[in-house]
């Protein structure tokens, strides 16, 4: 018997698979990184076209990739590789399994260290540590907690430790096990600080800067920013959600698990803006305050609220748990294919993945202080990890996985996988063939520098592009007509 036809090695349900993904995909992304983003891209604006790209790029990936994994059964490398040689492809369609693999695992190198200030700030709330009164002391705590690479270190490691635990722990054990339970706690949570925050006093002003779309305040800076974040947030091109897909049992629906998933993951981005804006408005913090704005401008309110730290403690538990569930989907690919493919035992895979991240993000948490100066090109590890990342691997990585799909791979493995309905798999193969890669290249074309996107005024001509792409495409590999024509 392989690896994989022990049952241990399947979810034990529907659920347990929209927890484990949902998991990933809830993370530092929704509840760091989304509202600062909001914040310094002006709000309704961004979140719009934030949504926008969910909708678009990121769903249709998504089902892809779980049904790579399903039908490969395998991690990222062998499971594109056993898709494509099912319809006659060469091996070489691997690199992008190994690409989105390399990916998971760098993002995880300077994930930990963004957990760690996560958890070393439940430890300064539980410790009073947290006691500044104005937003240049809490910068300051921040800076210090910085400051000191044993410190940060320590953190980090921290958190290295855990994931690495819950992952030789395998599937259901470990990770199915954790997530259960981390999950729906941590929306529990957020639900508790929503309704504090609806009687702060900036309910209102942060209903309208985050649902007061004016398309007017829409920029190219914003919206590429808004593409890549969709990828992020959904966990995509890193590993995590093909590998979670190649445990999902055959007969549950891509389609039906995909959506529950993307649309929890807005929810909770959602929540937390709710949860956190609020707070800002109403001690009259600014919102576009950056990175640090969870960890500086954020205390700074609770520690002037009533109660406010007993809720400062439940963010951050809130926030360590949701970067756990996600940082173990990161490296489940590298154990999983050191498990199944190398024959190494789950513990060893996850131990020695560990001590080689341990290593890496030891280099990146050294960014935030005597390696601050190690720059290339002007970013030091961390924004270097970060870039390569969110900017080059996931959109490169789900742009092959589109391709493959929609283009190189046999038409009937996609129609047997996702069992959608006529129409519904003529959209989705309409987004993956087209309106996806079209979407990620404009990502491309702003990173290179060639030229500067303005969507605003832009977007005419982005949809006779696809268009164009439709009818060239359609004339050369005619599937989505002959689906449409049965
Ligand atoms: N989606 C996670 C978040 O929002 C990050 C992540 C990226 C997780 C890639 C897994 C893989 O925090």
């Known amino acids: 018997m392989t690896t994989r036809e022990k049952p241990q090695n399947l979810w034990m349900g529907r659920w347990g698979f929209v927890l484990a993904a949902t998991g990933s995909a809830v993370g530092l992304g929704n509840i760091w990184k989304f509202p600062y983003m909001t914040g310094e891209y002006g709000g309704g604006a961004f979140v719009l076209v934030y949504l926008l ?14 049904g790579y994994g399903r039908r490969g059964r395998g991690s990222p490398i062998d499971a594109i590789r056993r898709v494509a040689r099912e319809s006659g492809q060469g091996a070489g369609w691997s690199l992008i399994g190994w690409m ?4 998971g695992f760098m993002i995880l190198s300077f994930y930990v260290v963004v957990a760690g200030w996560s958890v070393s700030y439940l430890w300064k709330t539980v410790t009073g540590g947290l006691s500044a009164d104005t937003v240049d002391g809490m910068a300051a705590i921040f800076g210090a907690n910085n400051a000191n690479p044993w410190n940060l270190g320590f953190w980090s490691t921290l958190v290295t430790v855990v994931t690495m635990v819950i992952v030789g722990k395998g599937v259901q054990e470990g990770i199915e096990k954790s997530v259960r339970w981390m999950m729906p706690g941590m929306v529990i949570m957020l639900g508790i600080m929503i309704v504090y925050a609806m009687f702060s006093g900036g309910f209102g002003q942060a209903l309208d800067f985050l649902f007061g779309f004016e398309i007017g305040k829409l920029s190219s800076a914003g919206l590429l920013a808004a593409m890549g974040h969709a990828f992020f947030t959904l966990s995509l091109a890193s590993g995590a959600i093909l590998t979670y897909g190649s445990y999902l049992p055959d007969g549950k629906s891509i389609a039906r698990t995909t959506f529950t998933v993307a649309i929890c993951d807005t929810l909770v981005a959602l929540m937390a803006g709710l949860a956190i804006f609020p707070v800002i408005f109403a001690n009259g913090l600014d919102p576009a305050s950056g990175p640090g704005l969870i960890f500086m401008s954020l205390p700074l309110a609770f520690e002037q609220m009533p109660l406010g730290t007993l809720l400062e403690a439940i963010f951050f538990i809130m926030l360590t748990m949701a970067a756990l569930t996600s940082a173990i989907s990161m490296i489940e690919a590298t154990v999983a294919w050191l498990n199944e493919s190398k024959g190494i035992s789950r513990v060893k895979a996850a131990w020695g993945t560990g001590i080689v991240l ?26 270097w990890l970060d870039y390569l990342t969110s900017r080059w691997m996931m959109p490169l990585g789900g742009l092959g996985m589109a391709i493959l799909a929609g283009f190189v791979l046999r038409d009937d493995i996609f129609r047997s996988e996702l069992g959608l309905s006529r129409t519904q798999h003529a959209l989705w193969l309409f987004m993956i063939r087209y309106v996806s890669p079209l979407g990620i290249v404009v990502i491309f074309i702003d990173a290179l520098g060639v030229m500067t996107l303005d969507m605003g005024r832009q977007w005419p001509w982005l949809l006779a592009a696809l268009v164009v792409l439709t009818v060239i495409g359609e004339l050369f590999s005619p599937r989505l007509r002959k689906q449409l024509a049965g």
């Open 358 to 383: 341990w290593i890496v993000s030891t280099l990146a948490m050294l960014s935030f202080n005597v390696g601050a100066d190690w720059t290339l090109v002007g970013k030091n590890v961390f924004g």
């Open 53 to 66: 790209c969910i909708a678009a790029i990121g769903i249709p990936i998504m089902m892809v990739e779980i």
């Open 100 to 103: 989105a693999m390399l990916c």
